[in-house]
């Protein structure tokens, strides 16, 4: 009988090192992007060559271009507003603002402004492009 050398086979490994290491860095970024996601709506804003950034607001009314309001982020219609704005003025009221898409008509942003006055908001902020050029 032949006897043939066999050689040991070399048992290969994989470094899992280095992938641990690009999915944790993965996930960073898809936590990171997807928390400064949550903010973004379609309102094309209106802009100000006057415009001034705020750091305290608490409460946000948005006027979509398609007619729709939104309380901090939650649709609501314009008879709904003014009780939901009282519960949220009945104690000190907070700062307001409103962004309107700049297709928004005055009639529609005046109907907003009129329930949140009348629902007490004293401080009321009007979001701009801060970006603007006038042409």
Do not use: C, W
Not at 16 to 45: E, G, K, Y
């Amino acid at each position: 009988m032949i006897r043939f050398n066999r050689t040991a086979r070399k048992r290969s490994f994989l470094e899992i090192t280095p992938l641990v290491d690009v999915v944790f860095l993965l996930l960073i970024f898809f936590l990171l992007t997807s928390t400064s996601m949550l903010r973004s709506m379609d309102v094309d804003l209106s802009g100000a060559r006057s415009a001034e950034p705020s750091q305290v607001t608490s409460l946000v009314i948005s006027l979509l271009a398609d007619g729709g309001i939104r309380l901090d982020k939650e649709a609501v219609g314009l008879e709904q507003l003014g009780p939901l704005l009282d519960r949220h003025f009945s104690g000190a009221p907070p700062t307001l603002t409103i962004e309107a898409d700049r297709r928004v008509s005055f009639e529609r942003f005046a109907q907003v402004l009129d329930a949140a006055r009348l629902a007490g908001a004293r401080e009321i902020n009007l979001a701009t492009d801060l970006t603007y050029e006038a042409p």
